[in-house]
């Protein structure tokens, strides 16, 4: 069974940062592909930032200038950096991990997944 434990959400006002973190249980986190999604209040869960099972990135076009997103295997942890946060980045952001190693933009081709985040942005 494999874990998933976000960290590192609050409150911030427009314009600054933060870093999500997501802590994975198991043995075999490099070899599978990470995502975060999200979802704001009254929306569906959307795609925010993927990384391959080898760190390659991807994005969702409407965050790829703002949002970074990374992992470190040795700690069984990947990371989401967001930079100048807007209001509309208010959501509950969920770490979730691929069923294998290439990710993909739909929540349903991820098998686990973490119990969520909030971030909050004021304006």
């Known amino acids: 069974q494999v874990q998933l434990v976000e960290s590192g959400g609050g409150l911030v006002q427009a314009g600054g940062s933060l870093r999500l973190s997501c802590a994975a249980s198991?043995?075999?986190?490099?070899?599978?592909?990470m995502a975060w999604f999200r979802q704001a209040p009254g929306k569906e869960r959307e795609f925010v930032a993927a990384?391959?099972?080898?760190?390659?990135?991807y994005y969702a076009e409407s965050v790829k200038d703002r949002f970074t997103i990374s992992r470190d295997n040795a700690k069984n942890t990947v990371y989401l950096r967001i930079n100048n946060l807007k209001p509309e980045d208010t959501a509950v952001y969920y770490c979730s991990r691929a069923r294998s190693g290439w990710p993909t933009r739909l929540g349903v081709d991820y098998d686990y997944w973490g119990q969520g985040t909030q971030v909050t942005v004021s304006s």
């Open positions: 990384t391959s099972w080898s760190g390659s990135p």
């Open positions: 198991g043995r075999t986190f490099s070899s599978y592909a």
